[in-house]
């Protein structure tokens, strides 16, 4: 029989009977996947970083410390984040592991050293996942943190619980679009976001993605998780904010012609930056994995030319060394 969605919800726009859906239409090219590969294959991309990997690795990385009581944010590579404030510890799409693959021989290896591990970590209260993609949802770290953090409490997006559930992990609790939970005193809000879900060549959008906004203690703090852009997340802002910090991804958008509608480019992270009225941005979602075909190096580079453009500084939207840390 085929598969239909125990979530579907006729008034909710983004449900569908057999999985969910965005709201902006799809621009993706039929055998857009097949000829992406071929030409990627052809142009020998991704380029090596323009020093080198070892220098970009150099350039880019320091190990964490995330001793302490201070309130502040650290970027753990790619899209984890680790947030603390006022006692309460958060840590976004935790992947620590070698390979953004279900296999460990094969896929996107790391290109940047993975700044701490899970034993290294401080107690961890919540941990937000954005969607299921292999980048942002690694079995083995999640798995270390659900051993070590037994009573850290695991947000997902909607149909996601019943991977936690086979994989045994407890206090889960799933979230559609613009629902709220608390935890230790703080409102986690799941938010939209354009993008898509799968793990296998089956379960395509039978999961939904999305961001999270924190709201603790007066502080806002907004995961945008993957995402292309859209004038629709500026209802973010208005619902959610004001936002106190922000982690928006910048890398992984090239060729535009394939990736605009599920990758934002620095251009458009800035973009986003502005529509949903963050007071600072830390940029996510580069300089680990090599996903598509923008070089490593690009993104920052490129952040920085748009950030001119717009008139912002990188005070506003801030490059951090992987393992690198911001006070709140």
Same mark, same amino acid.
């Given at each position: 029989?085929?598969?239909?969605?125990?979530?579907?919800?006729?008034?909710? &726009?983004?449900?569908?009977?057999?999985?969910?859906?965005?709201?902006?239409?799809?621009?993706?090219?039929?055998?857009?996947?097949?000829?992406?590969?071929?030409?990627?294959?052809?142009?020998?991309?991704?380029?090596?970083? &323009?020093?080198?990997?070892?220098?970009?690795?150099?350039? /880019?990385?320091?190990?964490?410390?995330?001793?302490?009581?201070?309130?502040?944010?650290?970027?753990?590579?790619?899209?984890?984040?680790?947030?603390?404030?006022?006692?309460?510890?958060?840590?976004?799409?935790?992947?620590?592991?070698?390979?953004?693959?279900?296999?460990?021989? $094969?896929?996107?290896?790391?290109?940047?050293?993975?700044?701490?591990?899970? $034993?290294?970590?401080? @107690?961890?209260?919540?941990?937000?996942?954005?969607?299921?993609?292999?980048?942002?949802?690694?079995?083995?770290?999640?798995?270390?943190?659900?051993?070590?953090?037994?009573?850290?409490? +695991?947000?997902?997006?909607?149909?996601?619980?019943? /991977? +936690?559930?086979?994989?045994?992990?407890?206090?889960?609790?799933?979230?559609?679009? /613009?629902?709220?939970?608390?935890?230790?005193?703080?409102?986690?809000? +799941?938010?939209?976001?354009?993008?898509?879900?799968?793990?296998?060549?089956?379960?395509?959008?039978?999961?939904?993605?999305?961001? /999270?906004?924190?709201?603790?203690?007066?502080?806002?703090?907004?995961?945008?998780?993957?995402?292309?852009?859209?004038?629709?997340?500026? &209802?973010?802002?208005?619902? @959610?904010?004001?936002?106190?910090?922000?982690?928006?991804?910048?890398?992984?958008?090239?060729?535009?012609?394939?990736?605009?509608?599920?990758?934002?480019?620095?251009?458009? $992270?800035?973009?986003?930056?502005?529509?949903?009225?963050?007071?600072?941005?830390?940029?996510?979602?580069?300089?680990?994995?090599?996903?598509?075909?923008?070089?490593?190096?690009?993104?920052?580079?490129?952040?920085? &030319?748009?950030?001119?453009?717009?008139?912002?500084?990188?005070?506003?939207?801030?490059?951090?060394?992987?393992?690198?840390?911001?006070?709140?």
């Amino acid at each position: 029989m085929p598969w239909t969605n125990p979530y579907f919800d006729r008034s909710k &726009e983004h449900h569908t009977p057999e999985g969910f859906r965005n709201l902006e239409p799809e621009i993706r090219p039929p055998g857009g996947l097949k000829r992406w590969r071929k030409e990627r294959k052809e142009q020998q991309l991704p380029r090596p970083p &323009e020093a080198g990997y070892e220098a970009f690795a150099r350039r /880019w990385c320091q190990a964490a410390d995330v001793s302490g009581n201070q309130d502040a944010a650290w970027w753990l590579g790619h899209a984890t984040v680790l947030v603390r404030h006022q006692g309460l510890t958060v840590l976004t799409d935790p992947v620590l592991g070698q390979r953004a693959s279900p296999l460990s021989f $094969a896929g996107p290896a790391r290109r940047t050293m993975t700044p701490v591990d899970v $034993a290294g970590l401080p @107690a961890i209260d919540v941990v937000v996942i954005s969607h299921n993609h292999y980048d942002h949802l690694d079995s083995a770290t999640v798995h270390a943190l659900a051993r070590r953090f037994p009573q850290a409490v +695991f947000l997902v997006p909607l149909g996601l619980k019943r /991977w +936690f559930d086979k994989a045994g992990i407890g206090n889960v609790r799933e979230l559609d679009w /613009w629902a709220s939970t608390e935890v230790r005193g703080a409102m986690f809000t +799941f938010v939209p976001a354009r993008h898509w879900s799968a793990r296998t060549l089956w379960d395509r959008n039978r999961s939904l993605w999305g961001g /999270w906004v924190m709201d603790h203690q007066g502080f806002r703090f907004w995961f945008a998780g993957d995402t292309g852009y859209s004038d629709k997340l500026a &209802e973010i802002g208005r619902r @959610a904010g004001p936002i106190d910090l922000a982690a928006i991804p910048i890398g992984a958008y090239a060729p535009r012609w394939f990736m605009q509608g599920q990758h934002v480019d620095p251009a458009q $992270a800035v973009q986003l930056h502005r529509d949903v009225g963050c007071k600072r941005s830390i940029a996510i979602h580069w300089g680990v994995f090599e996903l598509a075909d923008d070089q490593l190096d690009e993104p920052p580079r490129l952040l920085g &030319e748009a950030l001119a453009e717009a008139g912002l500084t990188e005070d506003d939207f801030m490059l951090l060394n992987i393992g690198g840390r911001i006070a709140l």
